[in-house]
Nanobody, 123 residues
Framework: QVQLVESGGGLVQAGGSLRLSCAASGRTVSNYRMGWFRQAPGEEREFVAAAYANVRHYADSVRGRFTISRDDAKNTVYLQMNTLKPEDMAVYYC??????????????????WGQGTQVTVSS
């Protein structure tokens, strides 16, 4: 069993930056896919970014502004968010799972999910 705890969410002005952290416990996730998803009220859950080994994937809406990274020694994954826009406002969820045939861009690829952290962007 893997537990995931997100932190780093909060209120930021448009154009500003935040860094989200996702700390995993229970077992090492160094050999797992790690992903970030987000969900705004009334909207579907949306893929944001994912990382596995040296592979990185980004949603078109965040490419060039967000960066996913991981520190396997700390069993932690990060999401650096720059040039934030009001449309980035959502609850952000961390996800983890062993390698399967599912796409890293799909929630089906992940077995474990955090509780989420709120990101609010003011204009």
């Amino acid at each position: 069993q893997v537990q995931l705890v997100e932190s780093g969410g909060g209120l930021v002005q448009a154009g500003g930056s935040l860094r989200l952290s996702c700390a995993a416990s229970g077992r090492t996730v160094s050999n797992y896919r790690m992903g970030w998803f987000r969900q705004a009220p009334g909207e579907e859950r949306e893929f944001v970014a994912a990382a596995y080994a040296n592979v990185r994937h980004y949603a078109d809406s965040v490419r060039g502004r967000f960066t996913i990274s991981r520190d396997d020694a700390k069993n932690t994954v990060y999401l650096q968010m720059n040039t934030l826009k009001p449309e980035d406002m959502a609850v952000y969820y961390c996800a983890a799972g062993p390698l399967t045939t599912a796409s890293m861009r799909s929630g089906d690829a992940y077995s474990y999910w955090g509780q989420g952290t709120q990101v609010t962007v003011s204009s």
